[in-house]
């Protein structure tokens, strides 16, 4: 039986990415069963979008489409995609992100031995980077918040809901991370890849909200679980 992958995939506007990101997804996922899109209260065009968006019939691919009555953040897309999801595996997207050829079946491969699935990144430079640096000097164990897949049966057992209360766009993927490294522990392959369509499309909301917002995830995640986050709070103050 072949694998059913859902891709959950958050939409904040950024229109355009989100197009290069959908068909990206479609030209070079293997085992692509279904598509959640959760819409955190995009402006009126990416909406629109939304709302008119059909996949083609010989896809065979379905297409869940929910939006979140007012602009909830990331973590709260995150909870709200995976509870909708169906498939055998989920796999979180950002919606500015391009994957390569098969990178749901690297992913995949690595979750005999991981609860949670990673892709390397390809930078602008060409250069392949894991995490952020900072972030790997703060957490080596940490995934890759921009894609990560694992398999349905952990999706409330293990790792979700994330308690969007404390983290609304920010450590989400920390929390998780931190829940995985509990089991069989997060893994990346230079078998999948992902780029950038754009950087940071969070901060299409007013830069003094984003930051309030960032330093506030942080500082309530370290409370929470006690890890020394100074280093990712000077880079984002």
């Known amino acids: 039986m072949p694998n059913r992958l859902s891709i959950v995939i958050p939409v904040y506007n950024a229109l355009d990415s989100l197009k290069i990101t959908l068909q990206s997804v479609i030209n070079n996922t293997d085992n692509l069963y279904e598509i959640i899109l959760v819409d955190d209260f995009s402006d009126e065009p990416t909406r629109a979008f939304i709302d008119r968006l059909r996949l083609q019939d010989n896809l065979n691919c379905r297409l869940t489409k929910t ?9 709260a897309s995150w909870n709200m995609g995976v509870k909708l ?3 055998d595996y989920i796999a979180i997207l950002n919606s500015d992100v391009s994957v390569s050829n098969h990178w749901d079946s690297a992913l995949i491969e690595q979750l005999k031995t ?3 699935a990673c892709p390397y990144e390809k930078k602008a430079n060409g250069s392949v980077q894991k995490l952020d640096p900072i972030i790997e000097k703060v957490d080596p164990l940490m995934l890759k918040g921009a894609c990560f ?4 049966t952990y999706k409330f057992d ?3 809901p994330i308690p969007d209360y404390l983290f609304r766009h920010y450590c989400g993927d920390n929390f998780l991370a931190d829940r995985a490294n509990r089991v069989k522990g997060v893994k990346f392959t230079y078998g999948a890849m992902i780029t950038h369509a754009i950087s940071q499309s969070g901060k299409l909301v007013k830069p003094d909200e984003y930051k309030r917002i960032c330093i506030q995830d942080v500082e309530n995640y370290q409370a929470f679980s006690g890890r020394d986050m100074s280093l990712v709070l000077e880079q984002i103050s």
Do not use: V
């Open 67 to 75: 939006r979140n009555p007012q602009h909830s953040w990331t973590n």
């Open 158 to 160: 293990w790792l979700f």
């Open 149 to 152: 897949m694992f398999e349905a």
């Open 85 to 87: 999801a169906t498939g």
């Open 114 to 116: 991981a609860t949670i």
